[in-house]
């Protein structure tokens, strides 16, 4: 089955930086990454997605890339904001076969102000 | 739009009583549910698919005699956790879909369970 990979783990930055979250995946027939944000005890909020005949998609501050050779994807925050800090998890899905999504490890992200 | 409500939002019970947990899309209808676990500070992870009018499809290493799932309309699935044990203290989410061809799925609120 797909296993999805995360990487950091942790990360933190300073207000205003721009924060990088890498994700890859395994099964070459995914075609749907969406990114979640979940606060401490709280439901995971879609924030982008991103489906693989696009190979970027942004929506203010947020960014996503997908380079299907090399099965990874990528969440781009910029100008980050306290409020952005959260745990963030990647996930990946094919759409032809029940739409189950594998999810990453998670990234906690901390913004510092 | 697409909001998707759990009940209840957490639950303590004694070892070996069962507990049920509703999800409901309160503002569409979804032939599919998804329900998952997860254990403090980790990853979220799939226990079973949801289709109304037909039985759950569980992933590998859950047990569908533990964990029944019920999906009697197209707005709500409840999942209910027999013969609990303290092991199975967890956090667990429903999500649904839009309907065919939507694969976006969105959360419910969890359910925060604690078994002594």
């Known amino acids: 089955g797909e296993n999805v990979e995360q990487h950091p783990s942790t990360l933190s930055v300073q207000e205003g930086d721009s924060a990088v979250i890498k994700c890859t995946y395994s099964?070459?027939?995914?075609?749907?990454f969406p990114w979640y944000k979940q606060e401490l005890g709280k439901r995971p909020q879609l924030i982008i997605d991103?489906?693989?005949?696009?190979g970027e998609k942004k929506d203010q501050r947020i960014a996503v890339t997908l380079n299907k050779t090399a099965k990874h994807f990528s969440l781009h925050i910029t100008e980050t904001q306290p409020e952005d800090s959260a745990v963030y998890f990647c996930?990946?899905?094919?759409?032809?076969?029940?739409?189950?999504?594998?999810f990453g490890t998670g990234t906690r992200l901390a913004v510092r102000p | 739009g697409a909001v998707v409500s759990q009940h209840p939002s957490w639950v303590i019970c004694k070892s070996g009583t069962s507990v049920k947990i509703e999800c409901r899309s309160l503002?569409?209808?979804?032939?599919?549910m998804f329900w998952y676990r997860q254990f403090p500070k980790q990853s979220l992870m799939l226990m079973a698919t949801?289709?109304?009018?037909?039985?759950?499809?569980?992933e590998q290493g859950v047990e569908k005699d533990k964990f029944l799932i019920n999906h009697a309309s197209l707005t709500l699935s409840t999942l209910t956790v027999t013969s609990a044990h303290p092991e199975d203290s967890s956090f667990y989410i429903c999500?649904?879909?839009?309907?065919?061809?939507?694969?976006?799925?969105?959360f419910g609120p969890g359910t925060r369970l604690l078994v002594l």
């Open positions: 999500s649904a879909e839009l309907g065919q061809g939507e694969e976006t799925q969105y």
């Open positions: 099964d070459s027939a995914s075609n749907y």
């Open positions: 991103i489906r693989s005949n696009v």
């Open positions: 996930a990946a899905s094919i759409t032809s076969s029940g739409d189950k999504l594998t």
């Open positions: 503002d569409f209808q979804a032939t599919t």
């Open positions: 949801s289709n109304e009018g037909s039985k759950a499809t569980y």
